[in-house]
């Protein structure tokens, strides 16, 4: 019971709050050790990782509310120590539940552009390299993104992957 216990914390409090500081521009608050910290030790055991998101997981299937309520601490702790940024983020979220649709497309466009910056011999698809160079978030789950197993991710691949995201998530709320 311990064990579950630790790993929920670890798992969920160090990656939201690592998440909540690291995913918004100019954030300073950082769990101990920070995002690099935590992806050096998954680094060192993928598997022990790969369990304890799992057991996060699991816990916030059980739990969601505990979770969302975690999540919105984490912001709120964000938002103290950031009250410029935080303001801006809200008034962006304001501006996508107002018109979503071009939120969607101003965040499709970033995506194409950063998919071409990435592509530096511009034939339309990211080699491992170019991921690696460009796109490290992406490098990291290459053979998972890597649909057909070429070596190579193409831009409908890419988007098979998102879609297929965004639908977990879906699922998970």
Same mark, same amino acid.
């Given at each position: 019971?311990?064990?579950?216990?630790?790993?929920?914390?670890?798992?969920?409090?160090?990656?939201?709050?690592?998440?909540?500081?690291?995913?918004?521009?100019?954030?300073?608050? /950082?769990?101990?050790?920070?995002?690099?910290?935590?992806?050096?030790?998954?680094?060192?055991?993928?598997?022990?990782?790969?369990?304890?998101?799992?057991?996060?997981? #699991?816990?916030?299937?059980?739990?969601?509310?505990?979770?969302?309520? #975690?999540?919105?601490?984490?912001?709120?702790?964000?938002?103290?120590?950031?009250?410029?940024?935080?303001?801006?983020?809200?008034?962006?979220?304001?501006?996508?539940?107002?018109?979503? #649709?071009?939120?969607?497309?101003?965040?499709?466009? /970033?995506?194409?552009?950063?998919?071409?910056?990435?592509?530096?011999?511009?034939?339309?698809?990211?080699?491992?390299?170019?991921?690696?160079?460009?796109?490290?978030?992406?490098?990291?789950?290459?053979?998972?993104?890597?649909?057909?197993?070429?070596?190579?991710?193409?831009?409908? #691949?890419?988007?098979?992957?998102?879609?297929?995201?965004?639908?977990?998530?879906? /699922?998970?709320?």
């Amino acid at each position: 019971m311990i064990n579950k216990y630790l790993a929920f914390v670890l798992l969920l409090v160090l990656p939201l709050t690592a998440g909540a500081a690291e995913g918004l521009p100019g954030a300073t608050v /950082k769990p101990e050790g920070g995002r690099a910290a935590m992806m050096e030790r998954c680094k060192a055991d993928p598997e022990k990782c790969r369990a304890e998101r799992q057991a996060r997981m #699991e816990v916030c299937k059980a739990n969601p509310e505990k979770c969302r309520a #975690e999540r919105q601490a984490q912001r709120e702790k964000w938002c103290t120590a950031n009250p410029d940024k935080c303001k801006q983020m809200k008034a962006r979220m304001e501006q996508c539940k107002a018109n979503p #649709e071009k939120c969607r497309a101003e965040r499709q466009a /970033k995506m194409d552009e950063r998919f071409k910056k990435a592509d530096a011999d511009g034939n339309g698809i990211i080699s491992r390299a170019e991921a690696e160079k460009g796109m490290p978030r992406i490098a990291r789950h290459f053979d998972r993104l890597d649909a057909d197993k070429d070596g190579q991710i193409t831009r409908a #691949e890419f988007e098979a992957a998102r879609k297929h995201r965004g639908q977990g998530k879906a /699922k998970q709320m």
